[in-house]
């Protein structure tokens, strides 16, 4: 624990920050792969990563010496030059995601706005004066108004009326639904969707990735922009690179977040097909779109996903945290799902006290999701070793829990 500059909290005063987070009465330090540390130095495992986000674990050397060496050369100057490391970083993304053009944004929230701007304009290009976009039930794709109002959770909506208007609702998974509206609104111009639901509780549609081919059949029937809220599935999370390439369908709006920048706040909204085109010179900006410092970590990450083999890494592990959970706790009544390291572990009861549970008793860090849904997001290196504690943990902890 050397060389750590710990913050200077004056703890005899009050905290000023605004109250809007559940916290856990813990905090790290320190970091380091896929474990994080107190500091008295207790080592915890982490299998949530930040929420999804650090999947190349914590400090990682690669990524910590391009951020200081960046920060050290030059981190901003606006796009109103040329910025190279943007440029590299677009054209590294685009490669990867199977898209054309790349905007980068700040966060998921912003990905999901550039996406929603995207299918009004594709929508007034056309003259539709009001046009709407398809969104599910139990989505998760924002906290920003727009992407609220996109949301399929009243808690996240509530006390923020007026919500954003044109937004219509289905089922998640259920295509007849989406045939219906289709029907029923003749001024829709978009679907979007999770490729699998993270915070609903790390659902796939029923009929699985199936799904996702009807939704494009639907929007090239009727000439809707498909989009995809990759923010959580995206960069190599569910063992491909794009949940969506678990499929022989590609989505003309495709979102990310999260992964994209291990931690570095940066997002990104990326056009193929029909969304080429839509969002021309005025229609659309932000200060901080892609800083040479953030574009360079977002290339570097990439980098090191591909160079390390971790979409494949997070496939063969996946796979096999999934298999030994069904087999250990086979005896127990819990479902396993999920792809590559986006795992839930649904239990027959509400179990939100896992969190605290797990972190205390067992050193292991998790979510509970949708109530009843242990939620991994562990390193998309993690190793076999890392993999097996793991499991351990879990199974010892739900066979308790359970009990
Ligand atoms: C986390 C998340 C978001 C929001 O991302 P922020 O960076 O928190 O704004 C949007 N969509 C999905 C699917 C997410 O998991």
């Excluded at 987070?21 to 982490?46: K, N």
Aim: proline residues 4%; aromatic residues 8%; glycine residues 10%.
């Amino acid at each position: 624990m050397n060389n750590i500059t710990l913050a200077p909290v004056q703890t005899d005063q009050p905290s000023h920050l605004m109250p809007v987070f559940g916290r856990q009465p813990i905090s790290f330090v320190r970091g380091r792969g896929a474990y994080l540390y107190t500091e008295d130095g207790t080592e915890y495992l982490d299998a949530l990563t930040g929420i999804a986000v650090c999947g190349l674990g914590h400090a990682h050397p690669v990524i910590a010496e391009a951020i200081a060496e960046q920060a050290a050369t030059l981190i901003h100057t606006s796009n109103l030059f040329e910025v190279p490391w943007q440029t590299a970083a677009a054209q590294k993304l685009a490669e990867v995601a199977g898209m054309e053009e790349v905007f980068f944004s700040n966060s998921g929230a912003e990905s999901n706005e550039g996406a929603i701007k995207i299918a009004r304009k594709f929508g007034y290009l056309q003259g539709i004066a009001n046009p709407k976009i398809i969104v599910a039930d139990q989505s998760f794709h924002g906290r920003t108004l727009a992407t609220l109002s996109a949301t399929g959770n009243k808690k996240v909506q509530e006390g923020f009326a007026p919500l954003v208007e044109g937004f219509i609702r289905v089922p998640f998974g259920d295509v007849e639904a989406i045939e219906e509206a289709a029907i029923q609104y003749p001024d829709i111009v978009a679907i979007l969707v999770e490729p699998i639901q993270g915070e609903g509780g790390v659902n796939t549609a029923p009929q699985g990735f199936s799904y996702l081919e009807d939704i494009r059949r639907i929007c090239n029937q009727h000439n809707w922009l498909m989009m995809l809220d990759e923010v959580q599935t995206g960069n190599g999370r569910t063992g491909k690179y794009f949940a969506y390439q678990h499929t022989n369908i590609v989505p003309d709006v495709l979102t990310t977040a999260k992964g994209l920048g291990n931690g570095f706040p940066i997002g990104a909204v990326m056009t193929q097909g029909r969304g080429v085109g839509v969002l021309t010179a005025g229609n659309h900006g932000s200060t901080y779109s892609g800083t040479a410092l953030g574009s360079r970590v977002v290339y570097t990450v990439i980098d090191i996903i591909q160079k390390e083999n971790l979409v494949e890494n997070a496939a063969k592990m996946g796979s096999y945290i999934v298999e030994q959970l069904r087999n250990q706790l086979a005896d127990q009544n819990v479902s396993v799902r999920g792809f590559g390291l986006m795992i839930g572990i649904e239990l027959p009861k509400a179990c939100a006290e896992l969190v605290d549970i797990a972190r205390d008793e067992y050193k292991l860090i998790v979510n509970v999701t949708a109530g009843s849904v242990v939620r991994l997001l562990p390193t998309l290196n993690i190793s076999q070793e890392q993999a097996d504690q793991l499991v351990e943990r879990l199974v010892k902890m739900i066979k308790t829990f359970l009990a």
